[in-house]
């Protein structure tokens, strides 16, 4: 009698198995606990930018004179990937995910095409981190891979436009000369 009970247990058991495997692979293998049906709870952040970061922004703005378009907080990832034909798949992947959880701060880009003409880092003093070092080296290298231009600032109070413009672009202050003549 002791052994028919156990047996049953085990049958009943069994079924109960296989009724949950039947219902999961009907659910799509998605049980409640499942962390793609949970419902998190949110909250907004009000701001895009940090306040050096709006600053150096509005002063962005104001050099490139409409002849970039500035996006800031870029993912690497979006504005390049490790190289075609460079790299086995495991590898490959290895360098993807190298980037993809990392941005720059400020992209600017062709304002008809959007293509990337430069990344910019606004350096505040969280770069001195030896952490941030050897992300900003991993990001620089990434860039010259790439062939896409990057410049670093360091983040300041306020920004001389003509100062950004000149470390932007290379516009050179005009002569005396040429001032005049203007």
């Not at 009907?26 to 049980?31: E, Y």
């Not at 003409?117 to 991993?138: F, G, W, Y």
């Not at 290379?170 to 040429?178: A, K, V």
Request: charged fraction near 25%.
């Amino acid at each position: 009698m002791d052994v028919s009970i156990l047996i049953l247990a085990a049958i009943f058991f069994v079924l109960a198995l296989i009724v949950k495997f039947l219902k999961s692979s009907l659910n799509g293998s998605k049980s409640p606990d499942d962390s793609s049906t949970k419902h998190y709870q949110y909250q907004p952040i009000k701001k895009l930018c940090t306040a050096n970061e709006l600053s150096f922004y509005q002063a962005l703005v104001i050099v490139t004179k409409g002849k970039y378009t500035v996006f800031s907080k870029v993912r690497i990832a979006d504005v390049m990937a490790p190289k075609k034909g460079a790299y086995n798949k495991s590898d490959w992947w290895r360098a993807f995910n190298a980037i993809a959880k990392k941005h720059v701060d400020f992209v600017l880009c062709d304002p008809l095409t959007l293509e990337v003409k430069m990344l910019i880092e606004l350096d505040d003093s969280t770069h001195n981190r030896q952490d941030r070092k050897e992300r900003d080296k991993l990001v620089d290298m990434a860039a010259a891979s790439a062939g896409v231009e990057i410049k670093h600032f360091k983040v300041r109070k306020s920004y001389d436009y003509f100062e950004l413009e000149k470390s932007l672009f290379g516009i050179e202050e005009p002569s005396t000369n040429e001032a005049a003549q203007a």
